[in-house]
């Protein structure tokens, strides 16, 4: 079982840029999806972005195209995403996933981290 941390969280104004990152330990994840899902207060949990074990984007969602992009190092055993232009709406709680879900009806995932606090001020 991978076990996947989250790191970057933080304050950053609206507008603004912010870099949340993961490191996996346990196994490699070089093979593995991995995503990022994120649930704001009072909100439904929502799939932000997926990448392939190659490297290929597979998803993203379309609220945050074009801002946001997921990354990852297999050599670290790292995934990234670099969000830009945030909005006071996506406030949120950040999750790293492994071998997420893309077309469920509910927010699935075979490994999740503990997540990482985005917050956004006007």
């Known amino acids: 079982q991978v076990h996947l941390v989250e790191s970057g969280g933080g304050l950053v104004q609206a507008g603004g840029s912010l870099r949340v990152s993961c490191v996996a330990s346990?196994?490699?994840?070089?093979?593995?999806?991995m995503g990022w899902f994120r649930q704001a207060p009072g909100k439904a949990r929502e799939l932000v972005a997926v990448?392939?074990?190659?490297?290929?984007?597979?998803y993203t969602a379309q609220s945050v195209k074009g801002r946001f992009t997921i990354s990852r190092d297999n050599a670290k055993n790292t995934v990234s995403i670099q969000m830009n232009s945030l909005g006071r709406e996506e406030a949120a709680v950040y999750y790293c996933?492994?071998?997420?879900?893309?077309?469920?009806?509910?927010?699935?995932?075979?490994?999740w981290g503990r997540g990482t606090q985005v917050t956004v001020s006007s």
């Open positions: 996933t492994a071998e997420p879900v893309v077309s469920g009806s509910l927010p699935e995932a075979d490994c």
């Open positions: 346990g196994r490699t994840i070089s093979r593995s999806s």
């Open positions: 990448v392939r074990g190659g490297g290929a984007t597979t």
